[in-house]
């Protein structure tokens, strides 16, 4: 009886710990959507706060006054997550397979090269050098896809370790003997069976480049290449930057302008899509980070 | 037998194309990780926009001086005491919450706990810098105007009080990461055999003596190469964390600036190829020697979770 009362206990006190903790992780992203729809002169009185004294939708009306400015930043973003992702899968598992096959000559010799990156990097710096003295991406789509995530030594070990897991030489060998050529087989062959690993490492480079802000940073000063996030960054260092990049806002003067709640609504719109396809991705991105701590 | 079978496969595993499909990833990887290895000669030179990367002049280790002279001491000690007290606060509460859901035994509940702990870290940075600009700026944050108005406390103005930052920057990071890393020791916990615990139960060991004398030395391994991996990475920092959260504003550098966002602020705003390129470089090659070392004692404790 006793021991059936101590579990119970500690099931309890686990919930409650458990339910705190939940509460101060989301709380903090329910005041920023309360913040968006609060009203502008409640928020400069009281502050951003939890219960409001008047609530409106200002700061919604405002972007969507402003719509030019927002698309053009949410289609920029789109743009670089879809041709990112697929880029960098393709990339990704067109070098973990021959990396995998064990009658590939160059087979350890690939995997250094690619593992060494773990190990040392050039540095910031010469990286930033290289990539707008030499390439001269810097104000250009590229800027914001080629720098840093496209392959990943991380995924393309996470991939190998599939294949050399998943995929038996047998079958390669059949397809040999049938006589088709290594480029078949990998299209005919082993594409179709990437598809879990496809999956994982697909959500992990989509929510890289979502949340990308480090290349637009770098290598992007001209706000019509901006991106999402740095979008938020420029409205965050000066709310006037909304003012002046559309024209169609010369009606309203500066007494009517959103500013605190307008920069809490951008947020918000920053992570919508997050919080939407978050249902549906959370187990695969579980199983991901499972997989990814795995070793081998 | 054996040994056939590899020479039969060899005759018909075609190396040429297969080079040919891993050729544009290993063209990307030489172009963004292997070239700018080349370029930390950048940290040996006096750099000139007007002469560029080749033409300009050498100054030996003039660079480094200035650095080890201005700079170094506090960026460096600022990387380390951060990731020092990330590594340890964040494995302690960590196998907390893994601890604490694998106890819940309700999947449903488990489900949402573990979605809402993990929401934080699908947030890029910038999202999360926003966050904090709710509640710690000045005119209308939500810590001054709420919490310190009905304390009775005097205002603080946070992004000019350097003194408050470290604790405001633990408590972000563990905010966004706890969740992510509860779940590799929830892996490992129900990765226990269960009979062990049944028979503790049977023995009388209570709830709180189980997870002291079973789960946490089972946890032990998962923890001790999770540790030495981040040792490895100890002089690295989360730009974001650094940059974004405290608004990259310069009255907190004392206890902001880490050794990433003094090498951004060096290439970025001050112009100073050469001394941000000699601070990168440093870190470079102590990360890469931080590594090793790690490596070479995690293999020495368990051979299997070696990264080479």
Known sequence: MFKLTDEKRFKVFATVVLTILTAITLLPIVLIVIASFTQEKALIANGYSFLPEAWSFDAYYY???????????????????????????????????PMSRKGFKYRNALSFFVFFTMLFNGGIVSSYMMWSNIFGIKNTIWALILPNYLVTAFNVFLVRNYYSNNIHEAIIESAQIDGASEITIFYKIIVPLSIPVVATISLFTALIYWNDWLNGLYYITKSEYFGIQNLLIKIMNNVQFLKSGSSNFLGLGNMNLPG?????????????PIVIIYPFIQKYFIKGVIVGAVKE | MDKNKMKKNRGLTKNGPLLLI???????IFINNYI???????????????????????????????LFRQDALLIVRNTLLYNLAFIVLGTICAIIVAILMCELGNKFRVKIFQSSLLLPNLLSWVVIGFIAFAFLNSDTG????????????????????????????????????????SIIYMASISGIDKSIFEAARIDGASKLKQIKYITIPMLKPTVVIL??????????????????????????YKTTQTIDTYVYHGLMELQDVGMSAAAALYQSVVGFILVVTANAVVRKVDNDNALF
Not at chain 2, 22 to 28: K, M, R
Not at chain 2, 157 to 171: D, E, G, N
Not at chain 2, 230 to 250: E, H, K, T
């Open chain 2, 22 to 28: 891993a050729l544009p990833g290993i063209i990307y």
């Open chain 2, 227 to 252: 540790t030495l991996m981040a040792i490895g990475r100890i002089f690295y920092s989360d730009f974001g964390l650094f940059y974004q959260v405290p608004m990259n504003s310069g009255a907190l």
């Open chain 1, 260 to 272: 605190s709640s307008v920069r809490m609504a951008m947020a918000v719109i920053g992570i919508l």
């Open chain 1, 63 to 97: 972007l969507i006054n402003q719509g030019k400015l927002i698309l053009r930043a949410y289609g920029i973003t789109i743009l670089v997550t879809g041709v990112g992702t697929i880029a960098s899968v393709l990339f990704t598992t067109m070098l973990a397979y």
């Open chain 2, 36 to 66: 700018p290895m080349f370029g930390v000669f950048l940290a040996f030179k006096d750099y000139s926009y007007i002469k560029g990367i080749f033409g300009s002049d050498w100054n030996g280790l003039n660079n480094f001086k200035y």
């Open chain 2, 142 to 181: 939500f810590i001054n105007n709420t919490v310190i108005k009905s304390l009775g406390g005097k205002e603080v103005a946070w992004y000019t009080s350097p003194q408050y930052w470290p604790f405001i920057l633990t408590f972000v990071y563990l905010w966004k990461n706890v969740g992510y890393s």
